[in-house]
């Protein structure tokens, strides 16, 4: 069955990969990492395997889960799923023979539509080409600072239906982007114990640029100790916005 999920842009989650390791500052107080531990110490099979805790942490080293691959298969009802929240398809450790069948699965069930995330924007644009891209497949890229928009720039290489930016948690001002190419941006704050502070001028400055850019806008959270704390109005109004293409429902 499916992970129900608590993502607000999502409906359920399904990982044919789990664990990672840090590539940048939006990893240090990675909540995938953090929910590992935990489901390590409650004994789920997917956990059990340690990395080096310097870089991955206990139970959060890349495992692929090829007995996962057939798990959407078996949904009845139709969903808006969110592929590797525990992990990254793009990895360096995932072989490109491994994306390429979850991509099969994903084609093959077109009932559903599936997102995937990554911060390996480098190795996304390199293998793209070696893919066959279901058209039920947003691609999207993390930037948390202006630093790492150059990830948006491989995103534009990808010739996926839909693709869209993961600004969460954002770090800091993004300032200038280019968004063209780009049918989607989502915005929102860190949380958890220690969470670091997203400032107000951050955000509207990304919201009006995908206003006048003509790109979908999704505000997901403030942030705080808990997901809910800050709330999710911005300027007194909820941001919803979501693109109307490859069946991601608006």
Known sequence: MADKS?????????NPTTGCDRVSPGCDRCYAQTLAKRLKA????????????ATSGPGFKLTL??????????????RLVFVDSMSDLFHDGVPPEFIAQ???VIRQTPQHTYQVLTKRAQRLSRIAGEL???SNLPMGVS??????????????KVPAAVRFVSAEPLLGPLGELDLA???????GGESGAGARPMELEWVTELR????AAGVAFFFKQWGGRTPKAGGRELEGEVWDEMPAAAGVPT
């Open 6 to 14: 608590a993502i607000e842009w999502t409906e359920a989650t399904w």
């Open 208 to 211: 009006d640029r995908c206003t």
């Open 42 to 53: 409650m004994g789920s099979p997917k956990y059990q395997n340690d990395g080096d805790p």
């Open 181 to 187: 190419g780009i049918d989607w941006v989502i915005a």
């Open 143 to 156: 930037v948390e600072t202006r630093r790492y928009a150059f990830r948006i720039d491989h995103l534009r």
């Open 132 to 134: 066959d891209w279901p």
């Open 65 to 78: 889960h090829r007995s996962s691959l057939d798990v959407p298969r078996r949904w009845s009802a139709s």
């Open 102 to 104: 979850v991509f099969e």
